[in-house]
């Protein structure tokens, strides 16, 4: 089972050859006085520096003199500087400047390409290490000589170097099809549960929550955030008890009544496709964005159950939103789920900022699944000032 604070939340209860020997001496020619080579002494052993886990492009490869190492993994990115998207030439200076001096495969990266970046920004990297303590020594290194290079853990999945303006990819755009409700649109399987249709003139979303468990049964319901239209009542499309789970269904009379307020904000379907500008969010991490300036923080304290029945964990989790130089928190949800599966996006257009969470627990004589959203009105981040460009 779950509770919820601060914020009117919507719950969803429920990796050669042969060595050549070495020739033989040539023969003395006759007559001739001998004069043994000279013994040349093997050059001394350097100990290479850690090596980076950005690979080094073949010297023998026809394209070496213009390949960039793609795609990086993951480790450590050594980042010598950022800049908002407009800024390419800009941010290109930066990596031409750092690679005759220690960073040949220094190169541009979109920071939506890495999760712990800011999105919105460009991203120079120098090179990728293995650990955080090659990193920094290397970092070390670079400060002296002059360039203002800090470590940043960056897994990324396939992220590729920029060449130029023109390979920036454009900002993310909502879906245009109108929203219409339905028992189609609403889904019957708890992974089709989040925000089905959203307004970006009044940055609403119209949400599906569901929250089950044996002891407490569950529910469907559906329900405008942040905020209700006048006279709107959330929509209970199911309720069971137990574990006996009912479809929801969404009658013809809902389908009229909420028909017009769909109309009138302008509401379009955004479904239950994985959204692109969506970002997972994991206990104690932090999610950035540039534009508008937005930081979300989710906080985790655990608490142990030691019973003869059994052992369990109960975690008050929250999650806060940073406007600018103000704070409010989100939420915090008390539950029984290691690893709740949250996420977060900033909405193409930036009015508002949208979480979905979703867990499935179980403790001694008890199991059950939740799923919930919240929406935050970013309108008053929209003024705040950039974040400080030089630390995406």
């Known amino acids: ?33 001998t004069t043994p080579a000279a013994t040349i002494a093997p050059a001394a052993t350097i100990a290479p520096a850690p090596a980076p886990v950005t690979p080094t492009p073949d010297p023998a490869s026809p394209d070496a003199s213009t390949s960039t190492p793609t795609p990086l993994a993951d480790g450590y990115c050594i980042v010598l500087g950022s800049g908002p998207l407009s800024a390419f030439d800009r941010v290109q200076k930066i990596a031409e400047t750092a690679r005759p001096v220690g960073y040949p495969n220094a190169a541009v990266y979109d920071g939506r390409d890495f999760e712990t970046f800011t999105w919105g920004t460009l991203v120079v990297i120098g090179d990728v290490m293995p650990d955080k303590a090659a990193a920094d020594a290397r970092v070390a290194d670079s400060r002296t000589g002059g360039l203002a290079a800090f470590t940043k853990a960056c897994p990324h999945g396939d992220a590729k170097p920029i060449a130029s303006a023109a390979d920036i990819r454009p900002a993310f755009t909502l879906p245009t099809t109108p929203a219409v409700l339905s028992s189609t649109t609403v889904g019957h399987s708890f992974d089709e549960r989040g925000c089905l249709f959203y307004s970006p003139t009044l940055g609403s979303a119209l949400c599906v929550a569901e929250s089950e468990s044996i002891h407490d049964g569950g529910s469907v319901v ?7 239209p006048d006279g709107f009542q959330p929509l209970e499309l199911a309720k069971w008890e137990g574990m006996e789970r009912s479809d929801p269904i969404v009658t013809g009379a809902q389908e009229r009544a909420l028909q017009p ?15 692109p500008w969506m970002r997972r969010l994991a206990p104690q991490g932090v999610l950035r964005w540039a534009s508008p300036n937005v930081t979300v923080t989710f906080e985790r304290s ?5 019973e003869e029945t059994g052992t369990w964990s109960t975690y008050t989790d929250t999650l806060a939103v940073k406007c600018g130089a103000t704070t409010s928190e989100l939420g915090t949800f008390v539950h029984h789920a290691a690893e709740p599966d949250v996420l977060v996006g900033v909405m193409p257009g930036g009015r508002a900022l949208i979480v979905t969470w979703s867990d499935i627990w179980a403790i ?15 309108t008053t981040c929209a003024a ?3 974040p400080d460009e030089a630390t995406p």
């Open 261 to 275: 307020y769909l109309e009138r904000g302008g509401f379009v379907s955004i479904g239950q496709d994985p959204w």
């Open 364 to 378: 001694e004589g008890d199991r059950g699944a939740d799923a919930s959203a919240l929406v935050f009105d970013l």
């Open 384 to 386: 705040a000032p950039a």
């Open 302 to 306: 655990e608490d142990k159950t030691v």
């Open 1 to 33: 089972m779950r509770t919820y604070a601060a914020v009117t939340v919507l719950v969803l209860a429920a990796c050669g050859s042969k060595p050549t020997p070495p020739p033989e001496p040539p023969k003395p020619a006759p007559e001739a006085p």
């Open 222 to 228: 559906l329900d405008f955030l942040p905020t209700r």
